[in-house]
Every structure is written in structure tokens, then in C-alpha cells.
């Protein structure tokens, strides 16, 4: 037993002035810049470099992306422009070598002084400043020499270049490509048309307009949908009734109904040749619709359903005549 305590004691004797040695002894901390002059807007590399033992604790500077390296001088800043990832140089047993790296530039001309780069070294008992240089570092930032002298100069005409036809050559394919499209188009639409016994004119000629007895019996079925006097609107009822009537006898007999008293239509009629039961029921609805707008009269249901078959038959009655094919060849 006395001798396993001998060799215990022969170990810690070996190992704790290790530990001591390392404790004792500072990471040796070096700073350079390269290259120390540059242009306005280019860059230069800050180096650290270290050599620490391998159980020593040290953190080196950060700084974010456009981040102020040191103070700011009288004509201007250094900023950061990568902050380099530590990297491990070498490493031989205990002792490491480890850079870190920092991408700078400036931006005005000058003579910059980046102070005396640093390190902060943590022991057990102590938290130490490690500079990496006895004197601090200076960059020189220069610009561009610019002759004023020889930027003077006369103001030059402006210069006329020949015509080149590969200027507007692809311009022209297009246009042409496009105008044959077109033309093609207009061809086979010529055709189509020729077949079906029209012209190309034909397109763009208005719509003639519908025949008086079309627009008025689709003007009283429309009206007959919209179910007036069955919800009690028997003087919107007769009005529209009136108003097809009155546009119907303006387009079929040219009586300006629509600015005429009932008096005035009745005596227009008299000259035209129409039935006379036509007659009749032309004078009963227009004296009825008096009688409903003016005094305030309320017809039963069958007056007006009544009311609406005369004028339908009226204009059933008095619309032109078609003529047959044959009666058409004849004439």
C-alpha cells in the first residue's frame, strides 16, 4: 500500500507543474494588417494570430457586417465588411495556433489608426487585455490623382453615324410577317362570306332596324312579365300599355302618337284606311287609360287582360302584309 502512495505522489509531482506552466504563461498574441495602404473603397485584411495552450480560454473581438472598427477619425471610419470564422493554424500537441481574421475597407482618404488589436485572456483568477502589438496600426487610404487640367475640352459636335439597314431589319421581318397575317385573314374571310353570298362590307353596316309590329309585340310581352295591375300598378300598367301603342302607330302610320292627346290621335286615325273593329279598339283603350291615369279609376282583371287583347290584335291586325315568294317573282 505505502508503495501505490509513492507512486501517486511521484504523479501529481509530475503533472501539477504542467498545469502550472500552462496557467502561468500568457497566449502570445500577434496583430498585422495587410496591405496597410490601399485605394479608397478597397480592402484590407486585420490578422490576430495566437498561440495558446490548449486548456486556456481567450475571445477574440466580434463585429457585425458594416459595424465601426475603433473610433471614428477626423475624415472618416474603417467598417467591417466579413468577420472571418477562428481558424486552427496548426496544433502540436498542447499548443495551438489559432487566426482570426477580419475584411475591412474605408471609404475617405486618410491615414487611419486602428488602435493596438486585442484579446481577452480569462484565467482562473484573472481576466487579462492581450494586445497584439506594442505600437498602434495605421492604414493609408489614398484616392484616385485627377488632373483637372486635362479634363477641360471643347464641347464636341454631335456625330452623325451612317444609316445601317441591320438596324431596323428585324423591325421590318415583323412587320411584314404581320401584314401577311393579316391579309391571309382577310382572304379566308372574303371566301367564307363569298359562299354565303355576302361581302366583307356587310360587316360593318348597322342592323336594320326591327319592323314597328316586332318591336311592339315584343314590347307587351315583356310588359305582360312584369305583372303590373296583378300588384295594383294600374296606372304604370296603362302608361306602358299607352306607350307601345303610341310608339307602334308612330312607326307603322308616322302619327306622332307619343306627343299627342288621345283627342289628337283619334283624329289623326280618321284618315287612315284601318279595320273597324281596329278602329274601335284603339279609341276604348286609349279612353280607358284616360280614365285610369287621370281619374284614378281601377278597372277589374278582365278590362285588363281586355285592354292588353286589343292592342296585341290591333297590332296583329294593321302590320304589313308579307308577300310571298311567289307573289314577290310575279310583282
Known sequence: MSRFFKYITLLLFAVVPCFTSAQSTPPAVRATISPDSILIG???????????DQVQ???????????????????GIIECV????????????????LRKQYILTAFDEGIYNLGRPSVLYADKNIVDTLYGCTDSLHVVVSTFKI????????????????????????????????????????????????????RI??????????????????ALEALQNQKLWQNNKHKEYYSALTDILRTYLDGRFGVGAMEMTTDEIL?????????????????????????????????EASENESAFSKVYYFVEETKPVEQTETEEEEA
Open 57 to 75: 480560454s481567450l475571445y477574440f473581438p466580434e463585429f457585425r457586417v458594416g459595424a465601426t472598427i475603433g473610433e471614428e477619425q477626423k475624415f
Open 42 to 52: 478597397d480592402r484590407f485584411t486585420l490578422t490576430i494570430d495566437v498561440e495558446k
Open 147 to 198: 488632373d483637372s487640367t486635362s479634363m477641360l475640352c471643347d464641347i464636341k459636335p454631335v456625330k452623325k453615324l451612317p444609316f445601317r439597314f441591320g438596324e431596323i431589319s428585324g423591325y421590318l421581318a415583323i412587320v411584314l410577317v404581320v401584314l401577311a397575317l393579316v391579309g391571309l385573314g382577310i382572304y379566308l374571310l372574303a371566301r367564307h362570306l363569298a359562299k354565303r353570298g355576302k
Open 201 to 218: 362590307s356587310d360587316l360593318f353596316k348597322p342592323e336594320p332596324p326591327l319592323p314597328p309590329h316586332i318591336v311592339a309585340i315584343t
Open 82 to 97: 466579413e468577420d472571418v470564422p477562428v481558424d486552427t493554424v496548426s496544433h502540436k500537441g498542447r499548443n495551438l495556433h
Open 267 to 299: 283624329e289623326q286615325i280618321k284618315s287612315l284606311e284601318l279595320p273597324q273593329k281596329s278602329a274601335m279598339d284603339l279609341v276604348s283603350v286609349l279612353q280607358d287609360a284616360d280614365l285610369v291615369k287621370f281619374a284614378k279609376a281601377m278597372p
